[in-house]
């Protein structure tokens, strides 16, 4: 199934709960006639990696988003703050939070979950890592396609530092209660104080 297609399901259940007939159904209007077992197959399995909740609701089946898993989940939350982030930086600023958060080169398969492609960028090298191998088999999470190549940091550029600091203070402002802790003046970005302390 197509990313488009997973976006209109996640979509579709994010503020109420269908049953496989509803979203049968709404998954026609949107153009999607599929047999109602490949949909129930698919449901299946979103449910089993944690997108979604299933609840029996007699006579039949009823599903909702997981907002819960999803708020945890490495791979969505990155791809959703790195969005923000300067083109030029994206990519680098991707694989040098996931090596510094994993301990490990990060694979092409992690970049495609958080939208990234790999390309050429002066702060990122293809690992040579002579444990890659153990590396990918330590994961137990999904499975790394073989010979799935893997990345890692050229050095350190300030830059992808800064912009790196950005997107992990704001997905830690998200998860974390910070009422009564906060200044109630203007927040100001890592990136912007630095460009104002630079003038």
Do not use: W
Request: proline content about 4%; some cysteine; aromatic content about 10%.
């Amino acid at each position: 199934m197509s990313e488009k297609f997973f976006n209109i399901i996640i979509n579709m259940l994010k503020e109420r709960q269908l049953s496989i007939s509803s979203i049968s159904r709404q998954l026609k209007s949107e153009g999607y006639d599929q047999h109602r077992l490949i949909i129930t197959g698919y449901l299946r399995a979103l449910y089993d990696t944690g997108y979604l909740i299933e609840q029996e609701i007699p006579p039949s089946k009823v599903y909702s988003y997981n907002h819960r898993g999803q708020e945890t989940d490495l791979y969505r939350i990155l791809e959703d703050r790195l969005k923000d982030v300067d083109p030029e930086y994206r990519y680098p600023v991707a694989v040098y939070i996931l090596t510094s958060l994993l301990n490990r080169p990060c694979f092409r398969y992690e970049l495609s979950l958080i939208g990234i492609t790999p390309q050429s960028s002066p702060y990122v090298r293809e690992s040579r890592n002579e444990r890659l191998k153990e590396f990918r088999e330590d994961i137990s999470r999904f499975d790394i396609p073989e010979g799935d190549k893997a990345y890692e940091m050229n050095g350190h550029d300030a830059g992808v530092i800064l912009h790196s600091s950005d997107v992990i203070c704001g997905i830690m402002k998200n998860l974390l209660d910070l009422t009564g802790l906060k200044s109630r003046y203007h927040s100001t970005r890592i990136t912007e104080f630095m460009e104002h302390k630079d003038r």
